[in-house]
């Protein structure tokens, strides 16, 4: 079971931290990627990570204010949001591969469970 945290209302230009915990405790063994649903719309990829975490891919429109992370340990992978736009208001769901995916990682037929999300509003 997935089960992610860390949403809320921030300022347009803040950040927040997202956590993607494995209740079942399999995260050594599963590929995570961060997607987002905005209403009315399709569920986006935003990012990804490798089980070993040498494998990383994001969205253009997350580039270089977005970071994955993971701590198979801990059972967690986080997503360090930066400088943050309204447009990224939306509800933000971590998916679970049980392969190791090496490359893109962006698409929803990736994935094989997902968490239920947790809400990010970006608004002043």
């Known amino acids: 079971e997935l089960v992610e945290s860390g949403g809320g209302v921030v300022q347009p230009g803040g950040s927040r931290r997202l956590s993607c915990e494995d209740h079942?405790?399999?995260?050594?063994?599963?590929?995570i990627g961060w997607f987002r649903q905005a209403p009315g719309k399709e569920r986006e990829g935003v990012s990804y990570?490798?089980?070993?975490?040498?494998?990383?891919n994001y969205a253009d429109s997350v580039k270089g204010r977005f970071s994955i992370s993971r701590d198979n340990a801990k059972n967690t992978v986080w997503l360090e949001m930066r400088n943050l736009k309204a447009e990224d208001t939306a509800v933000y769901l971590c998916?679970?591969?049980?392969?190791?995916?090496?490359?893109?990682?962006?698409?929803?037929?990736?994935?094989?469970?997902w968490g239920q999300g947790t809400q990010v509003t970006v608004s002043s």
């Open positions: 079942g405790f399999e995260m050594g063994d599963l590929t």
């Open positions: 998916g679970a591969a049980r392969i190791d995916r090496l490359n893109y990682g962006l698409g929803t037929w990736e994935y094989d469970y």
């Open positions: 990570i490798s089980i070993s975490g040498d494998h990383t």
